[in-house]
């Protein structure tokens, strides 16, 4: 029998996940040809693809968590389970679209006011929302940094840096609050249907996950 | 006795066509340029000290043709230390004329002391009005003529305030130059000076505000008056409501996405969508104008100041754009 890179049921999944910000950015945007030949203000291109590399890449950050915990659960979670070069390939792309949506609105933002907006490197707490909210992601991007070496890091065989690599139980609530609170496509019904879909997923395998161990250890202790 | 007749004829028709020959008509030229002191001095010196000459205009870099330049390096007509052109031709000249006199006060405030405090309220609203000619026509491509027409308008302008003693009005001065071609508009929304949109609001035309952040960024600091409509909440009942303003103007931090709502609005057939120049709240924060919210101003204090801000045509403590 032909052994897939990725199922059938994943390939359903993965596509859902990339379609729905693809379109959800085009019924936004509109078709983005005209930010190419229209006179739009300075920086308004950097941000739209800005915003579209946010969008698919909070998917696909959603995914990649879901996918990795699906296969250590056995029984349903086998549909939706797949090969560790898969977890690779999607993982480095994740990581570059969430590099790329940074660097993008970094480069609006500084074209928009004709100076680096060294300003967003820069965690700040005190300066109101929006500011808390970018911070927000800016500290999700530094763990993410983290959590990607670590992950290449189990990858060459160092088991250690595994607890690195579990990272991403901070990353993925803190990009989920940042792209909520200030994505202006994030809550439109497609996307937030998506996004809150993938949370209640990775809810209940976490909670079968944790049932496991919790299982065996009461079996165990009361020997049941 | 004939001959001598016949040469005397022919002096005569020799010196009446050498007396009636006209002079060359006086050519005064220089580089072109974007500051204000160089078209003032480009009017004093074809409206007032020869209303019969001429003006020609260089590309910067290119040699200058015949004629009496001005504002250029080597002309004796020339910005020389704390004196503007303006008013060194003005000396120059004699030019008397009060208004004149006073507008060498103004370009002075405009050119040379912008880091002091204006000796004449003047000063910002003829800037502000020559920076939105420049925004309205393009930077670099304001006809030579425009500028002088503009010039025009601010001495009649100067004229009727000092003689019904009242400050100067920004939309006194406002105007179109009929034999230029304004900049191309490919952009589909408009984007409106701050300062102008002020005028509009003191003409007592309808402006809607749209604030399309998020609740909580405009619970602490929005617009006096603004709505409150995130690009998701877009529909229907918003449209009616917006269709009847004479200017809606979307807006967030930076306008990245108030320029996506002013061009949904737009999309959506409310024509007088347009967005903020400066752009953003950053922008109208900038000018001096007031914000209400948990850290802003309260609602009475920014409507009040809203209210001298619409009524002045600009704010005291505003920051005009300097230098070119």
Redo the contacts between chains.
């Keep these: 029998m032909k052994k897939h890179l990725i199922k059938p049921s994943v390939l359903v999944v993965l596509a859902a996940t990339v379609s729905i910000p693809l379109v959800t950015w085009w019924s936004s945007v509109g078709n983005p040809q005209a930010y190419f030949t229209d006179n739009f203000p300075p920086g308004q291109i950097l941000y739209i693809f800005s915003k579209l590399a946010g969008l698919v890449a909070v998917g696909l950050l959603g995914l990649q968590c879901l996918l990795a915990l699906a296969k250590r659960l056995g029984g349903t979670g086998v549909l939706l389970s797949w090969s560790a070069k898969a977890h690779k390939v999607l993982g480095v792309l994740t990581f570059s679209l969430i590099v790329l949506h940074a660097s993008l609105f970094f480069a609006a933002v500084s074209v928009r006011t004709e100076a680096p907006a060294w300003g967003l490197l820069l965690p700040k707490f005190t300066h109101g929302f929006y500011s808390q909210q970018v911070s927000l992601g800016l500290i999700a991007l530094c763990l993410l940094c983290l959590g990607v070496f670590a992950g290449w890091k189990v990858a060459s065989g160092s088991k250690r840096w595994r607890i690195g690599h579990s990272l991403w139980i901070v990353v993925l609530p803190l990009s989920f609050v940042h792209a909520l609170s200030i994505g202006t496509e994030s809550r439109f019904l497609p996307m937030l249907i998506l996004i809150l879909g993938i949370s209640v997923l990775l809810l209940l395998a976490g909670l079968v996950r944790l049932k496991e161990p919790l299982t065996r250890k009461i079996k165990l202790t009361f020997g049941a | 006795m004939f001959l001598i007749f016949r040469i005397f004829i022919v002096l005569l028709c020799l010196c009446i066509t050498a007396c009636s020959k006209p002079e060359p008509r006086q050519v005064f030229v220089t580089e072109y340029g974007l500051g204000p002191d160089k078209w003032a001095t480009a009017w004093l010196l074809t409206r007032h000290v020869n209303p019969e000459s001429s003006l020609l205009l260089a590309d910067q870099g290119e040699s200058l043709p015949a004629g009496i330049e001005f504002d250029t390096p080597e002309s004796d007509l020339r910005r020389i230390e704390n004196q503007t052109a303006f008013e060194v031709t003005q000396l120059s000249y004699a030019v008397e004329d009060p208004v004149v006199l006073n507008l060498v006060q103004i370009i002075h405030d405009i050119e040379v002391n912008f880091w002091g405090a204006n000796k004449t309220p003047e000063a910002q609203v003829i800037e502000t009005a020559f920076r939105g000619l420049q925004e309205s026509y393009g930077r670099d491509t304001v006809p030579g003529d425009c500028y002088l027409k503009f010039f025009d308008r601010v001495y009649s302008a100067l004229s009727q305030s000092t003689a019904e003693q009242r400050p100067l009005r920004r939309d006194s001065l406002a105007m179109t130059c009929d034999n230029s071609v304004p900049a191309?508009?490919?952009?589909?929304v408009q984007?409106m000076a701050i300062a102008d949109l002020l005028v509009q609001m003191q003409l007592g035309k309808r402006v809607v505000f749209v604030d399309?952040?998020?609740e909580?960024?405009f619970a602490?600091?929005h617009i006096p008056d603004a709505l409150n409509i995130?690009?998701?909440k877009l529909n229907d009942e918003v449209l009616r409501q917006l269709s009847d303003a004479d200017y809606v103007v979307s807006y967030c931090?930076?306008?990245?996405?108030g320029?996506?709502m002013a061009?949904?609005l737009k999309?959506a057939g409310i024509e007088q969508s347009v967005?903020l120049k400066p752009?953003g709240i950053k922008g109208w924060i900038a000018e001096g104008l007031p914000t209400v919210g948990t850290?802003a101003m309260s609602r009475e204090a920014a409507f009040q100041q809203m209210s001298t801000c619409v009524s002045e045509g600009g704010c005291p403590n505003s920051s005009p754009m300097r230098g070119i």
Excluded at chain 2, 184 to 188: G, I, T
Excluded at chain 2, 253 to 257: G, Q
């Design positions: 191309p508009e490919k952009s589909p984007e399309v952040r998020e909580q960024e602490e600091g995130p690009l998701r931090v930076k306008d990245f996405r320029f996506e061009k949904a999309r967005i752009y850290r």
